[in-house]
C-alpha cells in the first residue's frame, strides 16, 4: 500500500522553528516530485513548497521563502520541511503530496497525500 506519512508538528512560539518530515512507504520517492501543502481553520488549502525529483529544484510560495527550506533524502525515502521563524499565520495542518509530473501549485497534480501533521504557532 502506497503512503505517505508526515511528522514532527507541534506546537512552537513565534519566532521559533520546527522540522516536520515525510516518509514514504509503498514506493520510491526518487521518481517523484514532492510537495507539502497546508490549511488553516477556515482557509483555502494552499502549496507551500515543492521539490523536484532529483533535488534540483525547489519552489516556495511567497509567504515563507526566505523562512522554510524543503530538502529530501531519497536513501531514506524521506522529506524534509525545515521551518524558521514561524509566525502565527504559518499555523496549519500541513500535507505532504507526491507527483510524477513536475512541481506544480496545483492540488489535482498530486497522486498521493499523506493525512497531515499540526503545527501551531503560538505564544
Known amino acids: 500500500q502506497l503512503q505517505l506519512v508526515e511528522s514532527g508538528g507541534g506546537l512552537v512560539q513565534p519566532g521559533g522553528s520546527l522540522r516536520i518530515s515525510c516518509a514514504a512507504s509503498g514506493f520510491t520517492m526518487d521518481g517523484y516530485a514532492i510537495g507539502w501543502f497546508r490549511q488553516a481553520p477556515g482557509k483555502e488549502r494552499e502549496g507551500v513548497s515543492c521539490i523536484s525529483s532529483s533535488g534540483g529544484s525547489t519552489h516556495y510560495a511567497d509567504s515563507v521563502k526566505g523562512r522554510f527550506t524543503i530538502s529530501r533524502d531519497n536513501a531514506k525515502n524521506t522529506v524534509f520541511l525545515q521551518m524558521n521563524s514561524l509566525k502565527p499565520e504559518d499555523t496549519a495542518k500541513y500535507y505532504c503530496?507526491?507527483?510524477?509530473?513536475?512541481?506544480?501549485?496545483?492540488?489535482?497534480?498530486?497522486?498521493?497525500w499523506g493525512q497531515g501533521t499540526q503545527v501551531t504557532v503560538s505564544s
Open positions: 503530496v507526491a507527483s510524477r509530473w513536475p512541481c506544480s501549485d496545483y492540488e489535482k497534480e498530486y497522486e498521493y
